[in-house]
C-alpha cells in the first residue's frame, strides 16, 4: 500500500496556482517525499523532491511542514499542460517506489 | 524528454507467447527499474537492477524475468502470456542505486495480449 494519502481529483483555473496536498504522516527520519505527474498514458515524469526544507525549480514549489507529515505540491501559474495525475511519493534513498493513485488535477480555462 | 528509451513502443501478441521489452537508461544512470501499470491495478513496481545485478523486488510474477547488461541496458522477459498482463511496462533509472537523487521514465511499452 502506499504510504501517501491524496486527494483524489482537483480543479483548478487556468492562470492560478494549483496547490497539490499530500499526507504522509507515517514518513521516517530518511525518507524523502518525491512528486510526479503523469499525463495521459505517457511515462510519469519527475517534477521535485525534497527532505525537510522547501523546494523550488522551473516546474513547481514543493512545501513540507516542520514534522514532516504532509507536502503541498504548488504549480505557480496552472496551465492548461499541467492536467494530469499527480503522484506523491515518500522513498528511502529514491527506490522502489509506490504509487498510489495519486490526484487528478484538471485546469480549466 | 526524460533520456530513458524504450522499444518497442507498442506489441501485441496472443496468450502463451513470449515478449523481450527492452530499456536503455539515462547516460550515466547504473540503476533500472521495472513497472507494470495495467488499469485496475495502477503502477506496480515490478523489480530494480543496480549496475548488473538484482537489487530489489516487487510484485514480480515467476513467469517475468530480468536482466542488466555490462553496457546497463534492460530487458524484460514476459513469458506464458496472459489477457490480464495487458499493460503498460515502463522502465526507470537512476545514478545510484542507493541515493535520494529521481528515478526517470521512460514512454513506456504497451502491450497488448490478444
Avoid at chain 1, 69 to 94: E, M, N
Wanted: charged share 15%.
Amino acid at each position: 500500500d502506499a504510504k501517501t494519502t491524496q486527494p483524489t481529483s482537483m480543479d483548478c483555473a487556468e492562470g492560478r496556482a494549483a496547490n497539490l496536498p499530500c499526507n504522509h504522516s507515517t514518513i521516517s527520519g530518511n525518507e524523502y517525499v518525491y512528486w510526479y505527474r503523469q499525463i495521459h498514458s505517457q511515462g510519469p515524469q519527475y517534477i521535485i523532491h525534497g527532505l525537510k526544507n522547501n523546494e523550488t525549480n522551473e516546474m513547481a514549489s514543493l512545501i513540507i511542514t516542520e514534522d514532516r507529515k504532509s507536502s503541498t505540491l504548488i504549480l505557480p501559474h496552472a496551465t492548461l499542460r499541467d492536467t494530469a495525475v499527480y503522484y506523491c511519493i515518500v522513498s528511502h534513498y529514491g527506490q522502489n517506489f509506490v504509487f498510489g493513485p495519486g490526484t487528478r488535477l484538471s485546469v480549466l480555462p | 524528454d526524460s533520456g530513458v528509451t524504450q522499444t518497442p513502443k507498442h506489441l501485441i501478441t496472443a496468450t502463451g507467447q513470449r515478449v523481450t521489452l527492452r530499456c536503455s537508461p539515462r547516460s550515466g544512470d547504473l540503476s533500472v527499474y521495472w513497472y507494470q501499470q495495467s488499469l485496475d491495478q495502477g503502477l506496480q513496481f515490478l523489480i530494480q537492477y543496480y549496475n548488473g545485478e538484482e537489487r530489489a523486488k516487487g510484485n514480480i510474477l515467476e513467469r517475468f524475468s530480468a536482466q542488466q547488461f555490462p553496457d546497463l541496458h534492460s530487458e524484460l522477459n514476459l513469458s506464458s502470456l496472459e489477457l490480464g498482463d495487458s499493460a503498460l511496462y515502463f522502465c526507470a533509472s537512476s545514478v545510484e542505486g542507493r541515493s535520494n537523487q529521481p528515478q526517470h521514465f521512460g514512454d513506456g511499452t504497451r502491450l497488448s495480449i490478444l
